[in-house]
């Protein structure tokens, strides 16, 4: 998340002596997390001598002192989303967290993190990481890149090169063996070589072992803890849409191997012939397999080192621990603000409901402290592989219990606030891939779906829709748009005349509107001398001639005409695209911004300025929402931390 600067600055300075006085309270004139809490960890590592648990989970850093049961953020410091975790405590605690281009090290448990500067060597990105258990200065990486192996023997004050341009592609794992000095690599491409072998405490390397029956890619190449020369590989054979591994093993060196069993995750050794395979278990080194009893296969696998019936999984609704040898499993997630949230909306009750990748939808109440499913009867597995963009969430101002989401080949509708879901068809058929859905509030049963038309066979030869309509809940669909809109990214409503009017942005054809609902359009050419890639559009609730879009390449344009002429007001907003703009219905004058990549800013004076709004917010946003009952709330999604509140004062 380069170039977000989560500082706050205010542009009222009676705001910020407000903020001096009372700087404590969550959610006032700072952002603070709200869920949902969850998201899948990568690594997950445990302190030798403090126990305490880490994970690196949708790009930050998380420690758990009590066993995982509750969760706190430790990312001061960091400049890169965390894929990997090592520690060690001997002789001195260390731990180390690598991005994709860096290696970062804490000598306090977190707290903070520097630099080892390891991207000024690096000739591809880091994909493995691990650390010497009996030599805590001791890291070594592997990156994409060609057989690359960086080796570092004090802490990651220096590096050096020992490996390169060895036939096995990327390395994708790095683990020591039982062995002394004997560490092992995994090749990301598998031939032909599947792995490189360093007897020497990974001062020098060499390739070795055959290929793998059936070939595969990404391999994982872990030694036995308890039996030397034992090792276990495995390979992603297919990945169709997620990765299907085939799991090995050998006991000379890699000349053989014997197929074990086909898995659906990564490979984990452990303890007294403990083998981990995605959702598979094996207690006897790989003879015989049994399921591991988790929901789904886990990111990262862990084990206490003082408890062996005691180990911890990474899925995605958060860190699952056993403390009976897998007999039994509990989820916790307290804390662990790691979610990606993708589409967001607010009922006119304050009820939020959060799409969220890998869990589904969620909603919490008003007042309530805890999110809950929202989605039993929608096909998640479809809707999990929306092209091209996240599924779309509609509320009926009227009966706010009615919920309607379309994706990319579907639509759904519900009458009980999402405690069930019926698919009365998609837009069209599965012609339409919805970007937006958007109800009439003088006319609650008008449902507009926008987006993009790819399958000329669902209409008449020769002809497109980017806009559709329904007037019953979805079962039947009208053409609304004109073909000429191209790719709708923004579709909204003005209820303020009668009928109402519509807006709809597009990805090279500017702004359109509708004053008959949808039967004409007319292209607004006022903002062809600025650009047409536009984002999105919001009209001033107080006002409607007052219109604000924002454009792909940072632009922010205003029009008092209903869109006949425009002015740019970009003072104080940087050159990154506008996402979402929102206008404050109490008072009009106060704007809010989302810049890409940069965070939010806000306006008082209608636009004519702006100022970062960042403080406390741990990511950069991706929608912007203001709460129907009390304006001055903010919502914001991120992409790894969840949805933040934000409360002026």
Same mark, same amino acid.
């Given at each position: 998340m380069r170039g977000f600067k989560p500082d706050l600055h205010l542009f009222l300075p009676a705001l910020a002596l407000a903020l001096a006085a009372s700087p404590a309270l969550a959610g006032v004139n700072w952002w603070t997390p709200v869920g949902p809490e969850g998201g899948t960890a990568t690594s997950l590592v445990i302190d030798p001598a403090t126990r305490i648990l880490y994970a690196a989970a949708n790009g930050s850093v998380f420690a758990s002192s009590d066993g995982g049961t509750t969760w706190e953020r430790r990312n001061r410091g960091l400049q890169d989303d965390v894929r990997r975790l090592a520690a060690a405590s001997t002789p001195t605690p260390a731990l180390y967290a690598a991005s994709l281009r860096e290696v970062y090290r804490s000598a306090d448990g977190g707290a903070s993190w520097t630099s080892t500067h390891v991207e000024n060597l690096l000739l591809g990105g880091l994909d493995a990481l691990a650390v010497d258990p009996s030599d805590s200065a001791t890291i070594l990486v592997g990156s994409l890149s060609r057989g690359e192996i960086l080796r570092s023997t004090d802490g990651g004050a220096n590096w050096s090169r020992v490996s390169q341009n060895l036939a096995c592609g990327g390395i994708h794992s790095l683990q020591k063996g039982p062995e002394a000095a004997t560490w092992y690599a995994g090749c990301a491409s598998g031939q032909p070589t599947p792995f490189l072998k360093s007897t020497d405490a990974g001062a020098t390397w060499t390739p070795a072992g055959s290929p793998l029956p059936q070939g595969g890619s990404h391999l994982q190449v872990v030694p036995d803890p308890g039996l030397g020369g034992v090792l276990y590989a495995s390979a992603v054979l297919?990945?169709?849409?997620?990765?299907?591994?085939?799991?090995?093993?050998? #006991? $000379?060196? *890699? +000349?053989? =191997?014997?197929?074990?069993?086909?898995?659906?995750?990564?490979?984990?050794?452990?303890?007294?012939?403990?083998?981990?395979?995605?959702?598979?278990?094996? #207690? $006897?080194? *790989? +003879?015989? =397999?049994q399921p591991l009893g988790l929901p789904a296969a886990p990111g990262a696998l862990a084990f206490d080192p003082a408890e062996p019936a005691t180990y911890f999984a990474g899925l995605p609704a958060g860190i699952y621990r056993t403390t009976d040898d897998a007999a039994t499993w509990s989820l916790h997630s307290r804390g662990l603000f790691a979610t990606q949230v993708a589409t967001l909306e607010i009922a006119p009750d304050s009820t939020l409901y959060a799409w969220v990748p890998g869990l589904g939808l969620r909603k919490k109440p008003a007042g309530a402290t805890r999110w809950r499913r929202a989605d039993n009867g929608l096909p998640l597995d479809a809707i999990a592989g929306t092209f091209p963009g996240p599924p779309a969430l509609a509320i009926d101002p009227a009966t706010p219990a009615h919920l309607f989401l379309g994706w990319s080949s579907g639509f759904a509708r519900s009458a009980d606030g999402g405690a069930s879901w019926t698919t009365p068809g998609a837009a069209d058929g599965p012609c339409l891939r919805i970007r937006e859905l958007a109800l009439d509030p003088r006319d609650p049963g008008r449902l507009y779906a926008a987006g993009w038309l790819f399958e000329a066979s669902c209409l008449a030869p020769g002809r497109s829709c980017p806009v559709f309509f329904s007037e019953d809940g979805g079962a039947s669909w009208t053409c609304a748009g004109d073909e000429r809109l191209g790719y709708v990214t923004a579709l909204v409503v003005d209820s303020s005349s009668q009928p109402s009017r519509l807006y709809a942005t597009s990805l090279g054809e500017g702004l359109w509107t509708s004053a008959d609902r949808g039967r004409t359009w007319r292209q607004l050419k006022g903002l062809r001398r600025f650009g047409d890639t536009l984002l999105t559009v919001t009209v001033d609730p107080r006002n409607p001639l007052q219109l604000y879009v924002g454009d792909l390449y940072g632009g922010l344009y205003k029009s008092t005409d209903r869109g006949a002429t425009w002015a740019a007001f970009n003072r104080g907003l940087p050159r990154a695209s506008v996402r979402n703009l929102l206008v404050d219905p109490q008072r009009p004058q106060t704007v809010y911004a989302n810049s890409s990549g940069e965070g939010v800013y806000v306006s008082g004076n209608g636009g004519r300025t702006w100022f970062p709004l960042n403080g406390g917010l741990a990511s950069s946003p991706g929608e912007l929402l203001l709460d129907p009952r009390n304006p001055r709330k903010l919502y914001a999604t991120t992409y790894r931390n969840g949805i933040y509140a934000h409360e002026r004062r």
């Open positions: 297919r990945w169709i849409t997620r990765p299907e591994w085939a799991v090995y093993k050998t #006991t $000379d060196a *890699g +000349a053989t =191997w014997t197929f074990l069993t086909e898995s659906s995750g990564p490979l984990v050794a452990g303890p007294a012939g403990q083998l981990f395979a995605g959702t598979l278990r094996s #207690t $006897d080194n *790989g +003879a015989s =397999w």
